[in-house]
């Protein structure tokens, strides 16, 4: 049985205006989410993740153009099941029909996601009120109830509070249930823990999976951590300069990954159990957008670099029904690389002590 698409981005390619130039941020990105499902996009700083997002939400700075692309959002209202192309809103609408209420997001810094002359309720209550009209005696009951279910306690009293006055993980709770409030379809979680220590970044991420089951809500993630990848989602789609290079389940792309750029990002997560003086670093830096990409982007940095990855950009090629890969390694004719060997240990090893702490 084939799945339900929520969201489905083909083509999407983005530019923006600069006193530089024309930056290509966004270049022909494919992206597909389930009903139900966590997608996981991540790469380095820079990649185009939280434009890919941002693009979703209508919410880009104003000095971009969309060159190319649709984006499918498929979400229930008054009239039932509808799927519209989100390019084709004007900013007004998306506000009044579809952020906030069919598709939420949780930004990486709370303190500048809350209002800080707002109190806590008010802020959890007003989505309810401008989408819905919702009473405020219910609205009220609502919010005490998310501030339940994002674990909360004594939600009364945190109800009067003033962003200043939470911890940066209450914070960041407060956030969630903001995003929650009118029931979204898709939530779009931008780097969430990122300002927030180790043990509060576990509390959120597992708050957040809870939260999935409960719901049935759809979820992508925006993040570099692929540590935090391995713990909640189901697909993975890997980005740089501006492009989706491979995407796969989760453990497509943690126990066979294809192409250099995800081996680099796999070789890059730290562990505990390997004493090395110096974490992996990917050599080289990203391209330069403000110039056109010639063949493979990340060529100049992979080290299994063929002479065609200088002068041609590959294609995605199918390496099962779910998982592809753009690298010409993939090529019939191109010599027989695999992924290192001490990575394949390596990753194998920390998948199974993740295992053993519990997905």
């Known amino acids: ?34 009903k139900g499902e966590t997608l996981a996009i991540v790469g ?27 984006i499918m959002f498929t979400h229930t209202d008054e009239t039932g099941q509808v799927t519209e192309d989100l390019l084709k809103l004007k900013k007004k609408e998306m506000r009044r029909r579809i952020n906030g209420r069919h598709i939420a997001m949780v930004f990486q810094d709370p303190m500048t996601s809350l209002n800080p002359t707002m109190s806590v309720g008010a802020q959890i209550m007003e989505g309810m009120i401008y989408h819905f009209n919702t009473p405020r005696k219910e609205a009220h009951e609502k919010a005490l109830n998310l501030l339940k279910l994002v674990g909360i ?6 109800m009067k509070n003033y962003p200043h006055q939470l911890s940066g993980g209450m914070r960041q709770r ?20 990122t300002a927030l220590d180790v043990t509060i970044q576990a509390k959120i991420l597992e708050l957040i999976k809870d939260i999935q089951k409960k719901m049935g809500i759809s979820v992508i993630y925006i993040t570099h951590d692929l540590g935090v990848v391995a713990k909640v989602a189901d697909n993975v789609s890997v ?54 990409v010639e063949g493979d982007a990340f060529a ?15 294609p995605m090629f199918k390496v099962t029904d779910t998982h592809y890969a753009a690298t010409w390694l993939l090529h019939e004719s191109a010599p027989k690389v695999e992924m290192p060997v001490q990575l394949k240990t390596r990753i194998r090893a920390m998948l199974e002590e993740g295992e053993k702490n519990g997905k």
């Open 153 to 158: 306690s004594d939600p009364e009293k945190r």
């Open 174 to 193: 407060v956030v969630i249930a903001i995003a929650l409030a009118c029931d979204p379809e898709l939530l779009i979680c931008d780097e969430p823990t």
């Open 239 to 292: 980005m740089y300069a501006g492009k989706i290079i491979e995407s796969g389940t989760t453990e497509e792309i943690f126990y066979d990954p294809r192409h250099p750029y995800t081996w680099g990002l796999l070789s890059a997560m730290p562990d505990l159990e390997v004493h090395d003086d110096l974490l992996y670093t990917i050599p080289g830096s990203p391209p330069n957008l403000l110039k056109k």
């Open 44 to 70: 380095e700083s820079g990649s185009g993740k939280s434009v890919t997002v941002k693009a979703v939400m209508g919410i880009l700075s104003g000095n971009e153009t969309i060159n190319s692309g649709t």
């Open 1 to 34: 049985m084939e799945k339900e698409k929520i969201l489905d981005i083909r083509n999407l390619s983005i530019s923006f205006q600069t006193s530089a130039g024309e930056v290509r941020a966004i270049r022909g990105v494919d992206l597909t989410l389930c």
């Open 300 to 314: 100049p940095r992979n080290i299994y670099a063929l002479n065609i990855d200088f002068k041609k950009e590959p």
